[in-house]
Structure formats: structure tokens, C-alpha cells
């Protein structure tokens, strides 16, 4: 055991110790000059997501509103909560203002990556789709790179579906302890059922729920916080000011300055809103969307919600609180948990608790469908689909019952450094392609079209599925295209 430790402790440190940061920072930063800042240029097209419906009129078809929100529940746990108290505690408030800086150029990586997801996403046959980066190493790189593609697919089965999922587990019960008193046991058979419940209805139920719960859970969580900016509006200017001294070094908070607010605002944001981690494509390539750059916007924006808005929330609530004290021992949710009690009163406590549970189940839906894919991927015999769902409520169940059992999942963090490192290589790989289609859906914009539409038939030396875009004969003609796209590119 000690010589397996210490194997997924140089991943690790390969991976988050000291290459991968930097990396998805410069490849986000190449991302947004490329393709000209495509996630400001967009800004305003991705509110229009929230009111979109089916546009199919097939109930089984997923909309961008759901594959949205089953993103956002995905992106949106325990980091928001506990994740950014340790980066103000660790980082200083100044780790907030990169943590925004990070959202921001991940918010391309993000669109790019789902945009390839959808592009290359092939049809079930019952009004639904997969996909994802393992979809896009297969039919864009070609099957030459398959191996490549087993490797992601292991690593996403591994981190997300098995390990991450018993650390939901376990987050979902302590809340449900602590707070409540409910012993372990009461917790995790509940959690159990209802996680079986749902994955054995696949992407169509998990969708409908998360269509359900996840606004429920942001609204409630963005209101909470907007009372208490309210109330402390007078503080409010000291507190961005501390933000952005202590982000810049005009303030030190706490030791290490300015060099551990960046450090800890980056590592923070990308833990939380995945933003080229490649996990967040699976869902994006479910939706029914008229073109691969629509969802790549759609899914920009859950990168935004995650961290501009959710980790915002919390980190306001902490920092305009009397408790706070840079560099303190108290950390995690305990100092976001006191906060609100200094604030709104005892109650609060509970609502956290409340927010949790399902910030926690919200994860674990999301991780189970990554999990689905994942082992698509490397099997299609039908029985290993149930053995997976069998697996997951295990997991879920052992996860929850056992006050240690994170620690058991240690290779959790390192194995999604190695997929975020294949999806990178890929994403870069498949660049060209991407701004292929990105000039595609800028030069219909350019024509004149209110929603852009993807033909296929435009692509021909793309290994892409037709049956996959039924919009396609809306679209402009083939010939307006290139004129434009010289213009728009």
C-alpha cells in the first residue's frame, strides 16, 4: 500500500503539484486571444438558455436548459461551500479575485470543449445523444487513437463515478449528522435508494430531476447571499477593495502575499468549475442544440454560474463577516456555517445543511452519467451497464456510512489530473476544427440568423453522425458560408 500511495502521490504531484495549473491557465489564455475572446463576445446569447425548451417536441430529447443544469449541479458542491473558505483561509481574500480571473478564461476552454463534444456526438437512436472527449478522440483524431481514449475513459470511470462519488456520499451524510443528528446508517440507505431511483432511469430522468433541483438549489443559495449583502451594503466597498489589494499585494492578509492568493485562487477555481478537465462534455454532447457552438456557449455559461456567482456568494458571506480573520485555524464549511449564523441567526446553520445535501446529490447524479459514458467507452455488453448502476449505490452507500472512507480514495485527484492532461492534448489537436465550426455559426450571425443551424453536409472530411443534427436542412446554403467566414475569422 505504501508503494501505491506514493505511486498516485507523484501523479499528483506531476499533474496539480506543478504542470497542470499552469498549463489549463495558458491554454485558456490561448483559447480566448484565438478565437477572440469568444466568451465576451457571447456574454449576452447565454441567458437566452434559461427560458429554452424542447426543440424537438421529443420527449426524450434533452434541452440545452437541462444539459445545463445537470452541468451546474455537477460543478456546483462542496468546493463552493467548504473550497472557497479554505482558499480565503489558506490564500487571503485576494485567492477570490483569481479565482474570477480563472472563471474567465475558463469560460472559453469550457465552450471549446463542449462545442467538439457536440460536434462529434453521436445518436442513440431514441431521441437522445452521447458524447464527450472520448467521443471526440474517437471520431475526430481518428480510431488509430483509441488507446488514448481508454485511458480517459478509465480515469473518468475511476475518479468521478467511484471515488468522487463516495466523497458526496460522505459529504451528504456528516451534513445530516452534524447538524441534524441523523445517524450515518438512515443516510445512506436514503441516499442509496434515491440514487438508484434515479440512475436506473438513465440521462432522461437524471435530466428531469436536475431540471427540478438545481434551480432550487442556486436560487435559494444566490437569495441567501444577496440578503446579506443587503444588509452589510456599507461594507461592502471595503470588502472589494481588500479583495483586490490582497489579489495584487498592496495588502498582505496572510503569509506568502500575493503568491498565495494567485495559488490558491487558480487551483480553487479550476477545482471547481472543471473548465477543460473534460468531464463537463459528456453532458454538454446529451443536448439537442441546432449547432456545436450553441451548447459550447450554454455550457461557458455554467463555468460562470459555478464560480462568478456560487463561489462569489460564499465568499462575500464569509468576508463580511466579524469571524473572519485572515490565516485562522477555523476553515472549511465551519467558517462559512458561522458566518451565516453571524449574519442571519441560528437558523442558517440548517439551511446550509439543507444546501448541502443537495449541492452533494446533485454531484452524484452528475458523476454516475460520467461514469455511464465512461464505461461505454470500454464495453458495450448490457450487463455491465446494471453491474455500474449495482457498483454506484454501493459506493454511495459505503462512502456515506464511513466517516473515513475519503481517505481510501486517494487516487481520485491524481487520475483526473492524467484525464485532464488527454483532453488538453486533444483539444488541441482538434483546434482547427473547432474554429472551423465557430466560423460557421459567426458567419450565419454575420447573414443575418438568429439561431444558426449545423449542417453536417458542410463538413464532408469530418467523421460526424448526419442523424445527429435533423435541423440540418434549415441551414444557409453551403455557398454563403465561405465569404463570411473569411469575414468573421
Known amino acids: 500500500m505504501d508503494l501505491i500511495y506514493q505511486f498516485f502521490g507523484l501523479i499528483e504531484d506531476l499533474t496539480w503539484g506543478w504542470a497542470l495549473i499552469p498549463i489549463l491557465v495558458i491554454f485558456g489564455l490561448f483559447i480566448t486571444a484565438m ?20 426543440q424537438t417536441g421529443d420527449p426524450n430529447a434533452i434541452s440545452a436548459r437541462e444539459a445545463l443544469l445537470i452541468s451546474v449541479g455537477g460543478r456546483v458542491g462542496g468546493g463552493n461551500i467548504a473550497g472557497v473558505a479554505v482558499a480565503i483561509t489558506i490564500g487571503g481574500p485576494g485567492a477570490v479575485f483569481w479565482m474570477w480571473a480563472i472563471a474567465l478564461v475558463g469560460m472559453a476552454t469550457s465552450l471549446v470543449e463542449s462545442s467538439l463534444a457536440q460536434l462529434y456526438k453521436r445518436s442513440a ?17 481518428g480510431h488509430q487513437y483509441r488507446w488514448l481514449a481508454v485511458i480517459y475513459a478509465l480515469c473518468l470511470l475511476l475518479s468521478f463515478a467511484f471515488g468522487f462519488n463516495a466523497f458526496q456520499g460522505n459529504t451528504f451524510a456528516g451534513a445530516a449528522n452534524d447538524s441534524l443528528g441523523i445517524d450515518r446508517i438512515w443516510s445512506a440507505l436514503l441516499l442509496a435508494v434515491i440514487t438508484g431511483f434515479i440512475v436506473y432511469g438513465g440521462i432522461k430522468r437524471i435530466a428531469k430531476v436536475a431540471d427540478v433541483i438545481i434551480p432550487i438549489m442556486a436560487i435559494s443559495y444566490i437569495a441567501m447571499a444577496l440578503v446579506i449583502i443587503v444588509i ?39 477545482f471547481s468549475n472543471e473548465a477543460g478537465l473534460g468531464s463537463a462534455p459528456n453532458v454538454a454532447a446529451t443536448a439537442h442544440v441546432r449547432h456545436p457552438i450553441s451548447q459550447g456557449i450554454t455550457q461557458s455559461f455554467s463555468v460562470f454560474i459555478d464560480t462568478i456567482v456560487i463561489c462569489s456568494c460564499t465568499a462575500f458571506v464569509i468576508l463580511l463577516s466579524p469571524l473572519y480573520t485572515p490565516g485562522a485555524e477555523i476553515d472549511g464549511v465551519v467558517l462559512t456555517q458561522q458566518s451565516l449564523v453571524s449574519h442571519l441567526g441560528e437558523w442558517s446553520q440548517y439551511y446550509l445543511t439543507f444546501a448541502i445535501l443537495l ?9 454516475y452519467y460520467l461514469g455511464e459514458v465512461a464505461l461505454g467507452v470500454m464495453t458495450k455488453h448490457p450487463a455491465s451497464l446494471h453491474v455500474l448502476r449495482i457498483a454506484i449505490v454501493g459506493v454511495v452507500f459505503l462512502g456515506a456510512t464511513a466517516p473515513g472512507a475519503t481517505a481510501v480514495f486517494f ?18 489537436m482538434l483546434f482547427p476544427v473547432l474554429m472551423r465550426i465557430l466560423n460557421d455559426f459567426r458567419a ?5 440568423a438568429l439561431r444558426p443551424v449545423f449542417d453536417p453536409a458542410k463538413f464532408p472530411d469530418l467523421d460526424l453522425d448526419h442523424t445527429a443534427w435533423p435541423d440540418a436542412h434549415l441551414a444557409e446554403p453551403a455557398r454563403d458560408v465561405p465569404n463570411a467566414a473569411r469575414v468573421a475569422g
Open 444 to 448: 450565419q450571425l454575420k447573414n443575418g
Open 359 to 367: 449541492f452533494a446529490f446533485s454531484s452524484i447524479i452528475y458523476n
Open 411 to 428: 487516487f481520485s485527484d491524481p487520475l483526473m489530473g492524467i484525464l485532464a492532461l488527454v483532453n488538453l492534448i486533444a483539444i488541441m
Open 125 to 141: 437512436g431514441d431521441g437522445t445523444y452521447k458524447g464527450g472527449p472520448a467521443g471526440y478522440i474517437l471520431y475526430g483524431l
Open 35 to 54: 478565437t477572440g475572446f469568444v466568451q465576451f463576445q457571447f456574454f449576452g446569447r447565454m441567458f437566452r438558455v434559461l427560458s429554452s425548451k424542447n
Open 232 to 270: 452589510n451594503i456599507t461594507s461592502l466597498p471595503g470588502v472589494l477593495w481588500m479583495i483586490v489589494a490582497n489579489a495584487f499585494g498592496f495588502e498582505e492578509a496572510v503569509g506568502g502575499g500575493m503568491g498565495a492568493a494567485i495559488a490558491q485562487g487558480l487551483r480553487r477555481g479550476l
